[in-house]
């Protein structure tokens, strides 16, 4: 049976594997691993473990465009967009990247920049217009077409179910996440998933960015920037809802997540893995030496109480309840067995450090050091720039809560790509950047840290959210006039790299 049937003691979590259904023989690996980095020449040639995935990501509001094609269903999105004021330049993803109409030749282009596996969503409201009832079987075949095209090309396709689109319907009638109901009805829309492409997807994520879409679209948060200003983030469906009310969704969105995964398990054939992809905050010790490394773990169990340590422990912390006094979410204990289903591999998106740390007496076990107004970053506002996060991210996971398997679901950064004279797109620093962190993450892998696998966020330019279409993250440059795509200098790169199995 599946294994979430044969569910261990929730009770005995604390560093151990206990929640983790599959085990893989990952420390064996990367013990070789460690002797084989060594290249011909003595230098070291920063090698994965084999049969490492190089994967690009995607989402389905980001690139497909076709908002009302074929019987799709409105999303929490398509009408934020459609509002004036809400996005840079009034942008939408109403047309995007046209990859509802152009997916055999993005396919081919993932195939050409050495991808052997791709992370995209699935719009909830393409397959069910109203959120629930009745399916739309015209949406079912898109991404049933793309699987088998993914599959023809060879490139392993891993499906997340929910980056952001909520169905419009849902939100009119439950306040989307605001109620249990939501989850319900995620729930019966990824068995349903599972059920029609658990054939030939073995890999599912149910839930991107946790915090990301609950923060910004449910209450919006203002982030700090340089020069002491700050920018206040927001997204669909754009509620400013109390920080009681804020807890409660986000309480809502890890049961959706745990009543997915068993329902994944319950309709979808044996052998399909799942698990989520959340930006978990990263904790970055000033120093590396265990006192530091500890505050650190400390500090990252604590900042993502609300998420990613909650559906992997099955509670929330003491700290947590305590912080939040009468805000604190409503739960029973069968809800928090539901939210700590046993997962196959934990998927985290690392793009920045969130906090630095050192150790202190106080009772929280750590201190946090501010970001230097001057610390480097990359285009983004937020985007602080340390690849020593994509080292401890991953680390932490491991250390934390033992996982077996981990993913990086997301990685990159946005870059102010221009088409230069000759036609190519030269972002150099991009590729310093790929190059910084991937050198981490492969520390990391070497140390016998099980990551199975990397995604670099994105595949493409695309919808950028909040930013519109000028904030570029992609391998392959698209001009959203002409929707002609260009690869860039970063996919030369990343072909290299995939094709070495090493860092290039
Ligand atoms: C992710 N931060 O969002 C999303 O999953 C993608 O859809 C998005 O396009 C991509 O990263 C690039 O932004 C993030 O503040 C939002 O650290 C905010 C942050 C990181 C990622």
Known sequence: MNSWATRRQFSNFAGSAALFASTSAHS??????????????????????????????????????????????????????????????????????????????????????????????????????????????????????????????????????????????????????????????????????????????????????FRSFVEGGYQGFDIRVGGGKTVHLGGAPGLRLSNAELNQVRHHAVLGHGLAVQAIRARGRAGIKVGFAENMLTAVPVMEAP???????????????????????????????????????TFTDDELKIIASPLDFVGINVYKPNVYVTPSDDPAGYSRIPINASHPKMQSEWHVFDPACLYWAPHHVQSLWGATSIFITENGCGASDVIADDGKVYDSDRIMFLRAYLTQLQRATADGVPVDGYFLWSAQDNFEWMDGFGNRFGLVYVDFKTQKRTPKLSAQWFRETARRNAVA
């Open 291 to 329: 006192a530091y490394i500890k505050a650190a773990e400390t500090a990252t169990r604590e900042l993502n109480a609300d998420f990613t340590t909650v559906m992997l422990e099955g509670r929330y912390t003491d700290a947590y309840l305590k912080r939040n006094g009468k805000d604190a979410p």
């Open 28 to 209: 064996a690996v990367a013990q070789t691993i460690s002797a084989e980095t060594k290249a011909a020449d003595g230098s070291h040639a920063r090698t994965f473990p084999k049969g490492f995935y190089w994967g690009a990501a995607t989402s389905a509001y980001q690139i497909e465009g076709a908002w009302n094609e074929d019987g799709k269903g409105a999303s929490v999105w398509d009408t934020y967009t459609h509002q004036p004021g809400n996005i840079k330049n009034n942008d939408n993803g109403d047309v995007a990247n046209d990859h509802y109409h152009r997916y055999k030749e993005d396919v081919a282009l993932l195939k050409d920049i050495g991808a052997t596996a791709y992370r995209f969503s699935i719009a909830w409201p393409r397959i069910l217009p109203e959120g629930t009832g009745q399916a739309n079987p015209k949406g079912l075949d898109f991404y049933s077409r793309l699987v088998d095209e993914l599959t023809a090309a060879g490139i392993e396709p891993f499906a997340t179910l929910y980056h952001w689109d909520l169905p419009q319907t849902l939100q009119d009638k439950y306040g989307g996440w605001q109620s249990k109901d939501t989850a319900n009805a995620f729930a019966d829309y990824a068995g349903y998933i599972a059920a029609q492409l658990g054939d030939r997807v073995k890999h599912f994520f149910t839930i991107n960015e």
